[in-house]
């Protein structure tokens, strides 16, 4: 049984940080891209950031030079350090497996930034 399980939301002032993590199981993790996720209210679920089994990120324009995303495959972890966080970061974030016709998707983890 595949499982993703995110951790390391919650609620920051603008200009803040937040480090997400993913952790997954039932699956080859090092196979697999590995991406973020998020979806405000009222909004379609958005790509920001992922990675390659080969462990090359790539960002959605509203994230680049503010989020980091990385991956430890000892681990079976990827994670997002979310840097300079702004009031329209306000989602919750899904973490995503994707290999080839296989994709997976975690429960989501909120993240509010707000004064």
């Known amino acids: 049984q595949v499982q993703l399980v995110e951790s390391g939301g919650g609620s920051v002032q603008p200009g803040g940080s937040l480090r997400l993590s993913c952790a997954a199981s039932?699956?080859?993790?090092?196979?697999?891209?590995m991406g973020w996720y998020r979806q405000a209210p009222g909004k379609q679920r958005d790509l920001v950031a992922l990675i390659t089994s080969g462990g090359w990120p790539n960002y959605a324009t509203s994230a680049e030079g503010r989020f980091t995303i990385s991956r430890d495959n000892a681990k079976n972890t990827v994670y997002l350090q979310m840097n300079s966080l702004k009031p329209e970061d306000t989602a919750v974030y899904y973490c995503?497996?994707?290999?080839?016709?296989?994709?997976?998707w975690g429960q989501g983890t909120q993240v509010t930034v707000s004064s």
């Open positions: 995503n497996a994707h290999l080839g016709s296989a994709e997976y």
């Open positions: 039932g699956i080859i993790f090092s196979y697999y891209q």
